[in-house]
């Protein structure tokens, strides 16, 4: 395996190789890597998610999967690096982290079998796709600005190579404390699955990126929060949760609200709305 990251290096975008605790560059200079600053390790012009792939999520939510997976897409504006501060805007509650596994496309893909996909894989980086449930009553179909606000698809450290996805663990710590913990084995489709099925009508370019889902376990978390996602090889993904200066607008717009659809999402299913308990479909 092999890991690559690209950060700012004396004012340039630079791709380095991480060897140990240090990042090195083409050209022989060395930074620490504790001490970089980090750009996500891709480039895409896409970035597409798959609502719900891992059996732990699907238990929490007290549901069933579809006989396929389904898709949300999040816009390239979304991205947000290794140590990138997640802003919560002003007048939101429910800011869900989701810690997951990035798939990152190597070459141009359309119309692959899932025993092809893997050939078409650049490699792994690790991700988060928070999600600002505020706005999940009128975003539920779409996700747009539930999951492609600023900053809300941090990705990094870095590119790993080589990288086999099989029987790896997954956890995100909130403050220290664990707070969710899967494996890469409960989720029903693997990752070259997911890319197969998605080439199958939409063309992935060279960088283009598929979040491939979260195990239970996500719940909102507040400013002053530090969220680190940590993958089995593929290293830990930190950042930091900071309150946004501006508050939503009023004077435009559906506005974030309290409904039992974002609470029972922000709090995984498990929220008691009058004292019933209700299955619901996942959408």
Not at 24 to 32: I, L, P, Q, S, T
Not at 155 to 171: A, C, E, H, M, S
Not at 177 to 193: A, F, L, P
Not at 226 to 236: A, F, I, K, P, Q
């Amino acid at each position: 395996m092999a890991e690559y990251r690209r950060i700012l290096l004396d004012g340039a975008e630079v791709r380095v190789r991480r060897e140990g605790d240090e990042l090195v560059g083409a050209d022989g200079r060395v930074v620490a890597a504790d001490t970089a600053v980090h750009l996500p390790p891709t480039v895409p012009t896409k970035i597409i998610a798959v609502h719900l792939n891992h059996r732990s999520r699907v238990e929490e939510f007290m549901t069933s999967l579809p006989p396929a997976p389904t898709y949300f897409h999040k816009p390239v504006s979304a991205l947000n690096a290794h140590k990138g501060a997640v802003v919560r805007p002003e007048r939101c509650k429910y800011l869900n982290y989701e810690g997951e596994i990035a798939i990152v496309v190597g070459r141009t893909t359309r119309n692959v079998s899932p025993h092809e996909a893997g050939d078409h894989i650049a490699g792994y980086t690790v991700g988060n796709d928070f999600g600002l449930h505020d706005f999940r009553d009128t975003d539920a179909g779409s996700m747009l600005r539930v999951k492609g606000s600023d900053t809300l698809c941090p990705l990094g450290p870095g590119l790993v190579t080589g990288w086999d996805f099989r029987g790896k663990r997954i956890r995100t710590r909130v403050n220290g404390t664990v707070v969710q913990d899967g494996t890469t084995d409960e989720m029903e489709w693997d990752m070259h699955y997911l890319v197969a099925d998605i080439a199958r009508t939409i063309t992935l370019h060279p960088g283009d990126v598929v979040l491939s889902g979260t195990p239970a376990g996500s719940r909102p978390v507040q400013p002053g929060d530090l969220v680190e996602v940590e993958v089995e090889g593929l290293g830990t993904l930190v950042n930091p949760i900071v309150s946004g200066p501006v508050p939503i607008r009023e004077d435009v717009g559906a506005q974030p609200t309290e409904s039992e659809e974002v609470l029972s999402t922000a709090f995984g299913g498990d929220w008691e709305f009058r004292g019933v308990r209700r299955p619901r479909p996942f959408r």
